[in-house]
């Protein structure tokens, strides 16, 4: 059981500390981008800490507002898993929470939700109903889509 709750501007620290997951895998410059997306009032993305029973804030995800192709499409912009909790179901958990945690930071549902993947997570959005729509997107990694 995981309790999610939106991030707030002392939470960056905590939450650069998971994005380094991400950051591993991937060639961009996250942390400046999250550091500029926690300073701008008017950022659009939107990021959730989730709990564990006795464990405060051990994964984030953020979300941002997207159209695409004629679709409302919400952008899974980042998702990190502390290592400690790795492989206990709680990126599942929080894959399945998109689409209501989508209406509650932007204020409407969504058809899909749309993310970059990179290195080694292919295989978990394959696996969790994602299909690749662009595998050389020049931005980040590999372009997936995923009706909801
Ligand atoms: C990807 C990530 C969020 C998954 O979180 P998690 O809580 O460990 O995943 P779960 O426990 O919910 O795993 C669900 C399933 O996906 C599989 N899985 C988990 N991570 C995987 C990965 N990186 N590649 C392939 N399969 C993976 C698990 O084996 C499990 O399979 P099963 O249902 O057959 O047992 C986590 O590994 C992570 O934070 N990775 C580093 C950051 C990252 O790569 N983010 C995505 C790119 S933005």
Not at 3 to 12: E, F, G, Y
Request: overall charge neutral; charged content about 20%.
């Amino acid at each position: 059981m995981i309790i999610h709750r939106l991030a707030k501007k002392d939470d960056l620290s905590r939450i650069l500390e998971l994005a380094d997951r991400i950051e591993e895998d991937s060639s961009h410059d996250l942390r400046r981008n999250i550091s500029s997306h926690f300073k701008w009032s008017s950022s659009p993305f939107r990021y959730f800490l989730f709990s564990h029973p006795q464990h405060n804030a051990v994964s984030y995800l953020a979300l941002g507002d997207s159209f695409l192709n004629d679709t409302f499409c919400c952008s899974l912009d980042q998702i990190a898993v502390d290592k400690n909790f790795s492989n206990q179901g709680i990126g599942l958990a929080m894959l399945e929470q998109v689409p209501s945690l989508a209406k509650e930071a932007f204020g409407r549902p969504f058809t899909h939700v749309g993310l970059y993947a990179s290195g080694s997570s292919y295989t978990f959005y394959e696996k969790h109903g994602f299909s690749l729509v662009d595998p050389h997107s020049p931005y980040m990694g590999s372009f997936y889509i995923k009706k909801i």
